[in-house]
Each structure stands twice: as C-alpha cells, then as structure tokens.
C-alpha cells in the first residue's frame, strides 16, 4: 500500500473546486466532491498504477498519471508514484488547458 500525500496545489485545486460547487449545488454536492476524492484516493493507495499515463512534453513530467475522481469523472487527480508513497501534485477539471498547466 502507498499512501497518498497532498502537495498543497493539489490542496488548493481541491479547495477551489469546493468553492465552486457550494455555490452551484450546496454544501451537499462540495462535500459529496471531497468524499469522492478520498475514495478514489483511497483505491489509488492499493493500486496506484491503475491511473492512465499522461504523455506529459517535458522529461520532468514523464512518469505522471492521471486518475478521475469517482462520480466526478469531469475532475481528474495527477499524481506520481514514488516509492514509498503516492504523490498527489494536482486535482483539476478536465475542461482545463491541462498541458499548459503543466507546461
């Protein structure tokens, strides 16, 4: 098992979206997102290479995954697969310019 360990972009990704859904659906569908993110980190722990490789340009970037969150398939977690644990960089909206985040 790999547990999982935030990077506090992935924090603040998670904490805007959170926002965003409060004030589109309530305080139900923004917690409703947070547990689906938890689940779906928690299947990533026990098989963290099931997420999809990004093909990322830059070499820096080359062993990121993606993995989207559960109910929420529209979000997606980018993380890396370290060897003791799982490095969650990112928690973004699909409809985002994803490789110019990420350069």
Request: proline share 5%.
């Amino acid at each position: 098992m790999h547990p999982a360990r935030f990077r506090p972009s992935a924090w603040q990704d998670i904490s805007e979206t959170i926002e965003y859904l409060e004030t589109q659906g309530g305080g139900d569908l923004a917690e409703r997102f947070l547990d689906a993110v938890m689940a779906s980190m928690h299947a990533l722990e026990k098989m963290p290479r099931m997420g999809a490789p990004c093909h990322f340009q830059r070499a820096e970037l080359h062993d990121f995954r993606r993995w989207p969150v559960k109910d929420f398939e529209r979000w997606l977690i980018f993380y890396r697969l370290e060897a003791a644990h799982i490095d969650v960089v990112r928690v973004l909206h699909s409809a985002l310019d994803i490789s110019e985040i990420f350069g």
